[in-house]
């Protein structure tokens, strides 16, 4: 089996997204040497592409059906278009199963430096212990092993240097943090908070966004051109290609090892400790293992997950770390299949095919189940939602010649509202290895079951009525609502595989993401989220991981890894 020439790694992190990124810049910029494994490509502002127009492509993105060939799961998410394809899995080469009756559509699987925040919405959330304690309030599943004040210093080291947009609104169940200044809201979406607030009660705020107002660490504010997915030249949005992996790399003590595809962890044959990864050059389709100290697992949930369960061995025969018997399980993912629209007055607003185009909106804070309220009789938990409003030409106008020149100018202002919901961690959602099925590397591939259950689609019910009563208090015209059974169910944040907890008996890791059967194995993606909240993951995902990472590095100093 050929080896890598370098040995002397201290640690191996799989993964070079928002948690990969987060602690190779940590591990690194402490003196560590550390070896970065990511299944994709270098990223580079080569590749970068938002000012680039439609006209100049080949197909003038309007071809679907050519990306459809190579990536049917990944086209069914705006994001995967001509400009970015190419960044995005192989589905048939990188398959996954389902059983017939739960479709599920895993989307958003990059194979780049930089992993989804190369595409990703970039809204930042903090979570509150509303929701790390959320099992001890209302009785559903397990609390969190730790409270908001244990992760509040780390969300505020990485607010700082990921750079987010946003107001202070004083709310317990949304703490606020370390805020560039907001992005002003449109006329529209300031009339939409203020009558929401005088009727309804419920907040609603310029979204928090990792897009910079203010520059920071040499990258400029954002200047508006509207499509950050497809990269950003003046780095105004976060993405860990050009920031955490980046730093990084310039330490000196991180080498990127790109087209790395991690098959499993290797265990050292007589102690009970991870020795390494062996994995797959994707170029060469060569196996190869590399060595280190501690291995860390960062390639997102299902990924992580997967290498676990391929790591099995004759102690481990269920999954690596699976002592517990949960690894696969508990298996949750936002729901966001209700909200609705409605039409505003335009205010003197012109559209035009050329304005500046904030990258961000609004969101609406989660009202359900909260602090100093009765419980909500339809469900438990609770949903907030995203939203933005557009002015644009009347396309659909009716008449020709003159009057329908003159009728396509009348503005169409509108504003659209989409619910993200927490779905409740369920033992039957989970993951396993399919026994009959690998990708083109020779690497079993997973079998996915997800459905949702009678919660969710109370709540999805409650994201379409709610929309509609907000957008009617507002004074919307024309509004519409949907409130859709989230079958197929698809996602793009994904949590809960590998849960943390207290009790080594019914979870996976630890609070500081250390698996409690192998002490040099730790995974520090949101596998080991032990509930997924309502706010988007990312920012919980990065804090808690740079934790992790001190705490790796004191265990380390006492030599107890
Ligand atoms: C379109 C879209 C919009 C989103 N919007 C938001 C949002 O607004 N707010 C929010 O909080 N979150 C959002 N998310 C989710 C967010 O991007 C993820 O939560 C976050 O990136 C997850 O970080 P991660 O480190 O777990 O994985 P990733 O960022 O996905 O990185 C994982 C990396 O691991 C690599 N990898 C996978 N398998 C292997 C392997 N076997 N060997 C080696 N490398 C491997 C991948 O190539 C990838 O580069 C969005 C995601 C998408 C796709
Ligand atoms: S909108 Fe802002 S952050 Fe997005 S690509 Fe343009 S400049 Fe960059």
């Not at 060939?69 to 705006?78: D, L, M, S, V, Y």
């Not at 992005?183 to 203020?194: I, K, M, S, W, Y």
């Not at 938990?381 to 009347?394: H, L, P, T, V």
Request: glycine share 10%.
């Amino acid at each position: 089996m050929p080896q890598d020439k370098n040995h002397s790694f201290d640690v191996i992190v799989v993964g070079s997204g928002a948690s990969g990124g987060w602690a190779c810049k940590r591990l690194a910029e402490a003196g560590l040497k550390v070896a970065l494994l990511e299944a994709g490509r270098p990223q580079s502002d080569k590749n970068f592409t938002e000012h680039k127009p439609e006209f100049e492509l080949k197909y003038r993105n309007k071809a679907p059906e050519l990306i459809r060939k190579t990536r049917p799961i990944q086209i069914k998410f705006g994001v995967c278009n001509e400009y970015t394809y190419d960044w995005f899995v192989n589905d048939l080469e990188e398959p996954y199963t389902t059983p017939a009756d739960k479709p599920f559509n895993w989307m958003g699987r990059l194979r780049m430096t930089g992993g989804r925040t190369n595409v990703w919405g970039r809204v930042s959330l903090r979570f509150s212990d509303w929701d790390f304690k959320s099992a001890s309030l209302d009785g559903y599943g397990e609390s969190w092993p730790l409270s908001y004040k244990d992760i509040e210093p780390y969300y505020d080291l990485v607010e700082k240097y990921v750079g987010i947009t946003g107001s202070a609104e004083g709310l317990e169940h949304l703490p606020d943090g370390q805020f560039q200044p907001p992005v002003p809201l449109t006329c529209q979406e300031a009339l939409f908070r203020n009558r929401v607030k005088e009727k309804l009660g419920r907040t609603i705020m310029p979204a928090r966004s990792a897009n910079l107002t203010k520059p920071i660490n040499g990258r400029g504010p954002c200047h508006y051109c509207g499509p950050c997915e497809r990269g950003c030249m003046t780095h105004s949005y976060f993405n860990s290609a050009f920031t955490t992996v980046a730093d990084a790399v310039a330490t000196g003590n991180c080498t990127l090892i790109s087209n790395a595809m991690a098959y499993k962890v290797l265990m050292d044959a007589d102690r009970n400790r991870t020795r390494g990864v062996l994995y797959v050059d994707r170029n060469t389709r060569q196996a190869r293992e590399i060595y280190a100290r501690v291995v860390i697992l960062c390639a997102q949930s299902q990924e992580s997950v997967r290498i676990l369960l391929n790591s099995a061995t004759p102690h481990y025969s269920n999954g690596l770390a699976n002592s517990s018997g949960v690894l696969g399980h508990y298996l949750t993912a936002h729901v966001r299949s209700g909200g609705g629209s409605g039409e505003f007055p335009a205010f003197g607003a012109k559209p035009s095919l050329g304005g500046p185009k904030k990258p961000l909106g609004i969101y609406i804070a989660r009202f359900r189940n909260l602090p100093n309220m009765p419980p909500y009789k339809k469900f438990l938990r609770g949903f907030g939602y995203e939203g933005e409003s557009s002015s644009e030409f009347s396309w659909e106008a009716p008449g020709f010649g003159e009057a329908y020149k003159k009728a396509l100018l009348e503005p169409r202002t509108r504003i659209g509202i989409t619910g993200f919901g927490e779905v409740l961690p369920r033992w039957d959602n989970f993951v396993e290895l399919d026994p009959y099925v690998k990708d083109v590397y020779g690497i079993p591939v997973l079998k996915i079951h997800m459905s949702d259950g009678e919660n969710e689609r109370a709540m999805i019910q409650d994201m379409g009525d709610s929309a509609g009563e907000m957008l009617e208090a507002a004074g919307a015209r024309n509004i519409r609502t949907y409130a859709h059974p989230s079958a197929p169910r698809w996602a793009l944040h994904e949590a809960g595989i590998a849960r943390m907890g207290a009790d080594p008996k019914n979870s996976v890791l630890n609070q500081f993401q250390q698996t409690h059967d192998v002490k040099n194995l730790f995974v520090m993606d949101a596998s080991g989220f032990t509930s997924n909240p309502c706010q988007n993951p990312t920012l919980t995902i990065m804090a808690l991981c740079v934790r992790s990472c001190d705490y790796f590095m004191s265990e380390l100093k006492r030599d107890a890894i």
